[in-house]
């Protein structure tokens, strides 16, 4: 592992270019620890980046580099001329007695690049809020975003032997798996949870419950102290969402709750729940239109400030700001924000839930499969778990307060596929286990 330092002065990362260009000569070996450390934007010095890139393509190629290819190569691409001849060259490779501390020096290489990307970067940050033009505030933190992100390298390494791998298995071999229970008991004793770093798609009908039954996960993972809930919504109201969450917890009617009807009882009632709820790590935020880096970024401080997240919640996909760039298809663009959210539950360690629609199709099918997912792209390839919730009205009971809905698991990566069946009471948007009459409040 090579490492950084990021007290760098300008001369000492001329220097330390010298040394490891030199370091190449005398030993090419050194290039396959270099080579997915070092950029060529990371040589501050022009000469020393095109040597640099002519380096890369003759490892890449298999050829030796020294002294006579280097001078062969840069003359066929007409910048012999311009670095100095022979001349450099051979001062470069007279430059360090030995390749040993390569590695060394490609630290305050890096170092030094991180540190001038970082003052570009806050130029054209700078720049962008004085004269930049967009048509909203997101445009502009999405281009920010953006060219901040350019600070960060694009090649790494992390490529080890089975031998150099064995700790690390037998390390998470002998750990707990830090899954996320739902509170539904069944779902977690066949899946064990909710896995940080997956992103779950759930996906249904209209009426079917796919909100109410978030909610309840939503709830139920807060409950766990395993980190902050940050939830997404786009279609309700934060007072609406927290009425359906009261709702199923003190079984008054959602109906009742928005309508004021309430006598002092009920009042108490959803006091004491209120109590209950206050105390819950739960983030709401019910902005229109949200974009993937704008649910990416608030994740972002929340972690920062309360150190751990459970779970990043989406309700939903499809009506998320999707910029869709020329040449792309709608279905492309979903799925560069499919991408996105499972980076990002990857960088942020926790779940990514996101709710989605299904196509027409899949309205009008028996069982839900993959492809009815509405403008899927590549959103079952990125998923983790896509889990459909549908209704088939001969599971019901005449004059049953409740729906029976089949959740279907259609693709669960390392864990398979299954069913479940719950019994959704839309007047109080509860869901329970459908062979379980036990309150999960």
Not at 149 to 176: C, H, I
Request: aromatic share 8%; glycine share 4%.
């Amino acid at each position: 592992m090579i490492q950084t330092s990021l007290s760098t002065s300008p001369l000492e990362a001329i220097e330390a270019e010298t040394a490891v260009l030199g370091a190449v000569f005398l030993d090419n070996s050194i290039m396959d620890q270099l080579v997915t450390t070092l950029e060529p934007r990371d040589f501050s010095d022009e000469k020393n980046r095109m040597l640099w890139q002519a380096m890369v393509h003759l490892y890449n190629d298999g050829q030796p580099i020294d002294v006579v290819t280097m001078a062969n190569m840069l003359r066929t691409y007409d910048r012999y001329e311009e670095l100095g001849g022979v001349q450099y060259i051979t001062q470069l490779a007279r430059a360090v007695p030995s390749a040993a501390n390569a590695p060394y020096y490609a630290g305050i290489i890096r170092s030094a690049a991180y540190r001038r990307r970082a003052v570009l970067a806050g130029e054209k940050i700078r720049k962008l809020a004085m004269d930049g033009e967009f048509e909203n505030d997101e445009d502009f933190f999405t281009e920010v975003e953006r060219i901040a992100s350019a600070v960060r390298p694009n090649v790494s390494s992390n490529m080890k032997t089975l031998s150099e791998a064995r700790q690390e298995f037998f390390e998470y071999f002998q750990q707990t798996d830090d899954f996320i229970k739902t509170g539904f008991d069944r779902f977690d004793e066949w899946m064990g949870g909710i896995g940080r770093g997956w992103l779950y798609i759930t996906a249904g009908r209209p009426s079917v419950g796919k909100t109410a039954i978030t909610l309840q996960r939503v709830r139920n993972i807060a409950s766990l102290g395993v980190g902050q809930v940050v939830l997404f919504s786009q279609e309700m109201k934060r007072v609406q969402l927290l009425t359906r969450m009261v709702s199923a917890m003190t079984r008054i009617p959602a109906a009742r709750i928005r309508r004021k009807n309430l006598d002092a009882n009920d009042i108490a009632i959803i006091n004491k729940a209120y109590d209950v709820l206050e105390k819950l790590p739960i983030h709401i935020e019910d902005a229109k239109n949200v974009t993937i880096e704008e649910v990416r970024a608030t994740a972002r401080t929340i972690k920062r400030q309360y150190k751990r997240l459970a779970a990043i919640v989406v309700d939903y996909l499809t009506i998320m700001r999707i910029p869709q760039p020329k040449g792309m298809t709608r279905a492309q663009a979903i799925g560069e924000v499919t991408r996105a959210a499972k980076r990002t539950a990857l960088e942020l360690d926790c779940a990514f839930i996101m709710l989605a629609q299904m196509n027409r199709e899949g309205a009008k099918s028996e069982e839900p499969q993959l492809h009815h997912l509405k403008e899927s792209g590549d959103i079952e390839q990125d998923a983790d778990v896509v889990e459909f919730l549908w209704h088939n009205p001969e599971d019901d009971k005449p004059s049953a307060p409740y729906k029976v809905i089949t959740s279907t698991i259609a693709k669960g990566r390392d864990v398979g596929t299954n069913v479940f069946k719950y019994r959704f009471y839309p007047y109080i948007q509860r869901y329970e286990e459908h062979d379980d009459d036990r309150p999960r409040i």
